[in-house]
């Protein structure tokens, strides 16, 4: 059974620093591309980053680019969301995916998806 477990989140003042993890089972952890995305309270789900398999390329929404980086660790199959100069539109709930499609925001429903950790900028 796939299991994708985000963790880390917590309450941050503006301008700090916070990292989550997602760490992975149940997959063949190199052979996914992997994502984070985030859901604000009344918002849609957005794209946030994204990782190649092998960890060379990332890609970054408009939002948090400069800010965010993303990595992982294919001996620990954990994806890693390091934020930094957080501000209170950050504020969310911080979802992983995993997915076998190339491109670099596609992830959809019927991929794997984490369950979720919430991420709180107080300003």
């Known amino acids: 059974q796939v299991q994708l477990v985000e963790s880390g989140g917590g309450l941050v003042q503006a301008g700090g620093s916070l990292r989550v993890s997602c760490a992975s089972s149940?997959?063949?952890?190199?052979?996914?591309?992997l994502g984070w995305f985030r859901q604000a309270p009344g918002k849609e789900r957005e794209f946030v980053a994204s990782i190649s398999r092998s960890g060379t390329r990332t890609y970054y929404g408009d939002s948090v680019k400069g800010r965010f980086t993303i990595s992982r660790d294919n001996v620990k199959n954990t994806v890693y969301l390091q934020m930094n100069s957080l501000k209170p539109e950050d504020t969310a709930v911080y979802y992983c995916?995993?997915?076998?499609?190339?491109?670099?925001?596609?992830?959809?429903?019927?991929?794997?998806w984490g369950q979720g950790t919430q991420v709180t900028v107080s300003s």
């Open positions: 149940g997959l063949t952890f190199s052979s996914y591309r």
């Open positions: 995916a995993a997915s076998l499609r190339v491109g670099a925001s596609d992830f959809r429903a019927n991929d794997y």
